[in-house]
């Protein structure tokens, strides 16, 4: 079993642009970094959509979803908001009834809540950190693996930690100029490059952690 | 003809790390991110080695080094200094007599000074900007393209003033941490990704630049 972060990041290392908010969730530009992804066959299929692109991109993303047994992600990554639950108009995540997860979500938020059970998904919410939760991300993935998907900050903290063994990066032919920075503030590190997959929306490849902080 | 500019990145996206110095001209690590190219049978050629890995890669800068008919680059990746030229060290270049160049080269400096030729190579002292040391090169290039070698910030200023036709981007699998960033305070812009030649030592990605700010 491997821990694995996956994020889309522009040119210039964003993952999201400035000024995010409840209408624009991913900032000034930042639906351009997941331009490469929403087209696919792959992705449409797991969002109950028909069409779109097949072919080894897709396929990859196929995997990725088939390898994933568990997720871990931010608060702001589920919701887009912060503070008390009462007060977050999106309190059950920005994917409907039914999200695209089909396995368990670890979300690490400070607001404790029980557990969000929507239709071939269990949202955990962990108050003690990254470390819990893929801690029990882990457990709960059984002999698949434990997919890290955002925020930058929670990514950050999975390498800070020493938990991730790979990083897979998809950078968009795309500067944003100024948004959430994926590894401003990470200390020196060398990793391995394993696999690239490269197309004319995206390079995507995909980094074994050789060297990890703990 | 085109102009494009050539560098290598790291993961963090900078082209040098920090505390640069005439002992560590790349910054602290900085060496890490020309580790694809000084083993490649191509760089080793034109620097008067022999021996190096050849393959599709070697052959990808070999046809770097042909399209190119002249350079442009900033006065610290020349000498690594600043102020007059009669304080800079290292007012002769990096590259001994005989630098691997064999073509014009235009230095952006704020500081004047006559032509300095050495074997296969002159080096031409630029005093009013990124653009007219373009504009130079472009008229010594004839037929092939002017290549724009850095540092970060003559790339910046040539893609802020419109100059470039393409980007080619080495991204080394390592994290810098700090340093001279490569896009940092550029405006926001859509490239096309045209080639990508993904290999286990670094991804290169050709962009064509598709929005100029001019």
Do not use: K
Not at 4 to 27: K, R, T
Not at 73 to 98: C, L, Y
Not at 102 to 114: D, L, N, S, Y
Not at 195 to 206: C, F, G, M, S, Y
């Amino acid at each position: 079993m491997r821990t694995f972060a996956d994020i889309s990041v522009s040119l210039d290392g964003y993952v999201a642009g400035p000024a995010p908010s409840l209408e624009e969730p991913l900032g000034r530009g930042g639906e351009q970094l997941h331009e490469w992804v929403v087209r696919l066959a792959a992705w449409r299929r797991t969002h109950g959509l028909d069409g779109g692109e097949d072919g080894p991109e897709s396929r990859w993303v196929e995997e990725i979803v088939e390898r994933t047994g568990a997720y871990v992600m931010g608060r702001r990554m589920f919701s887009g908001g912060e503070g008390p639950w009462d007060g977050d108009p999106n309190a059950t995540g920005w994917w409907g009834d039914e999200p695209p997860f089909r396995a368990p979500v670890f979300v690490v938020t400070h607001q404790p809540r029980p557990p969000l059970e929507l239709t071939g998904t269990t949202f955990v919410f962990v108050t003690d950190g990254v470390a819990s939760a893929v801690a029990q991300a882990r457990d709960a993935a059984g002999d698949r693996d434990v997919q890290v998907s955002g925020g930058a900050e929670v990514i950050r903290q999975a390498l800070e930690h020493g938990l991730l063994d790979e990083l897979q990066v998809h950078t968009a032919p795309v500067v944003l100029g100024a948004g959430t920075s994926l590894l401003a503030g990470i200390a020196p590190a060398a990793f391995q490059i394993v696999e690239t997959i490269p197309t004319p929306q995206a390079t995507h490849v995909r980094y074994r952690i050789t060297q990890t902080h703990s």
